[in-house]
Nanobody
Framework: QVQLVESGGGSVQPGGSLRLSCAAS????????MRWYRQVPGKERELVAAITSGGSTNYLDSVKGRFTISRDNAKNTVYLQMNSLKPEDTAVYYC?????????????WGQGTQVTVSS
């Protein structure tokens, strides 16, 4: 059984920083892509950042230059370093991980962690 455990959310003032973590455990061959999404009430979940197994990254335009996604393959963990946070970054953040089982990939979601940016 696969489990994704997120941590690192919380409340911070505008301009502050937070670091999210998402650790995967369970039975799988490997992990390919790892992503962070966020969602606010009444809106669709949006992709914030993604990182491939080779380390290629892409970001939502509004977070470029402020957020950094990284991964530790030995720990099966993905991180999201969030700097210069703005009130509009307030959301529940979810990790999404693609786990490889032979010829197929299954995608799993973390439980979500709340990030609140407010003065």
């Amino acid at each position: 059984q696969v489990q994704l455990v997120e941590s690192g959310g919380g409340s911070v003032q505008p301009g502050g920083s937070l670091r999210l973590s998402c650790a995967a455990s369970g039975s799988f061959f490997s992990i390919n892509i790892m992503r962070w999404y966020r969602q606010v009430p009444g809106k669709e979940r949006e992709l914030v950042a993604a990182i491939t197994s080779g380390g290629s990254t892409n970001y939502l335009d509004s977070v470029k230059g402020r957020f950094t996604i990284s991964r530790d393959n030995a720990k099966n963990t993905v991180y999201l370093q969030m700097n210069s946070l703005k009130p509009e970054d307030t959301a529940v953040y979810y990790c999404n991980v693609g786990m490889v089982y032979g010829s197929r990939t299954n995608y799993y979601w973390g439980q979500g962690t709340q990030v609140t940016v407010s003065s």
